[in-house]
């Protein structure tokens, strides 16, 4: 069982991906850390909370982190997720309180103690808060995986950069900096793969029909952000690309890339661009393993048939679940 630490900034498809990890036996979460990204870090911690109270699971503690990027004014994606950052479905807040420790120091003195795994789904100014400071820490984290960025695909806020990297691009600058340093690689899971996971209102549908509840929860979060993909994008469904990480880091077979040095781009127009030398002109050791490929249709299997609550293994699972070639 791998011990990890989910950083987030929950986000409709980072409430996804947290359901997706909590149904994961792989998976012993150690602690939730949110930041400013999608919604400011505070309501995000709220919006955990919430799915944790969906999956039965709040005795897995959240700790509220920064709230704005190292040097540029927060933007939020409030306009993408809604004014509560969960599709406006307004659901109350869990019960219970925050620890007093915030998500920099749990990330610190869980590494001073351990080597853990980092799956980070949102804008990384935490991680760089942590190892600005700690770059010793780094040899602690056993693998970091980071929903960001983006290769060859156009970005979704600029015409170059994804939004993780584009809210805070000098915290991602000082991550892939800091881990080249260090002789290690951040897996980057970014729009090359992640836009290919599109939720559609058929495969919506079947999860309402094998798992009522789950259903019922998913559509609550997914609506306002079917209408706003079907608006800006023309897609029919949304894309969700923070499940895609969790997927990968349990089953590094979803998904298929390459080793690169990797810097990514602080000013200008091409703020947050995550520029790939996969042609090795610098020469450099990498320092990112970039993420290009994955199976679609593989990665919606078992997205579903982990967040159902239908998980017996049964051959009747099996059988429903191979409906979806047909969708």
Excluded at 70 to 94: C, I, N, V
Excluded at 146 to 168: I, K, L, T
Excluded at 314 to 324: G, I, K
């Amino acid at each position: 069982m791998d011990r990890v630490i989910i950083d987030c900034d929950p986000g409709i498809d980072d409430s996804l991906a947290l359901m997706l990890a909590l149904s994961s036996p792989e998976l012993e979460v150690l602690g939730i850390t949110t930041v400013s990204g999608n919604v400011p870090a505070e309501m995000g911690a709220k919006n955990a909370r919430k799915v944790l109270q969906q999956m039965n699971r709040l005795d897995i503690p959240v700790y509220i982190g920064e709230a704005v990027p190292l040097r540029y004014e927060y933007t939020d994606a409030m306009d993408t997720h809604g004014k509560d950052g969960m599709g406006e479905s307004f659901l109350p807040d869990a019960p219970g309180t925050f620890p007093s420790a915030d998500a920099v120091e749990f990330l610190e003195k869980t590494l001073e103690k351990e080597q853990v795994s980092v799956i980070a789904l949102g804008p990384m100014t935490n991680l760089a808060r942590v190892f600005s400071k700690r770059p010793d820490l780094i040899g602690q984290v056993k693998d970091l995986i980071s929903m960001g960025g983006s290769f060859r695909s156009h970005g979704n806020c600029s015409p170059v950069a994804e939004y993780n990297y584009w809210c805070d691009p000098d915290a991602a600058a000082v991550c892939y900096k800091l881990f080249a340093d260090a002789g290690k690689k951040i897996e980057m899971i970014g729009l090359d793969v992640t836009r290919k996971i599109v939720l559609t209102p058929n495969i919506r549908e079947y999860i309402c029909r094998l798992d009522p509840e789950t259903g019922e929860f998913i559509r609550r979060l997914t609506d306002f952000y079917m209408d706003f993909h079907w608006e800006y994008e023309k897609i029919i469904g949304c894309v969700i690309n923070d499940p895609l990480a969790v997927a990968y880091f349990i089953d590094r077979s979803l998904c298929r890339g390459f080793d690169s040095y990797t810097e990514v781009e602080t000013e200008g127009i091409c703020r947050g661009q995550t520029v790939v030398d996969s042609m090795n002109f610098w020469r450099r050791k990498p320092n990112s393993h970039i993420l290009i490929e994955t199976d679609s249709r593989r990665f919606m299997k078992f997205f579903l048939a982990r967040v159902m609550k239908k998980q017996d293994g049964s051959r009747w699972l099996e059988e429903e679940l191979s409906l979806l070639d047909t969708i």
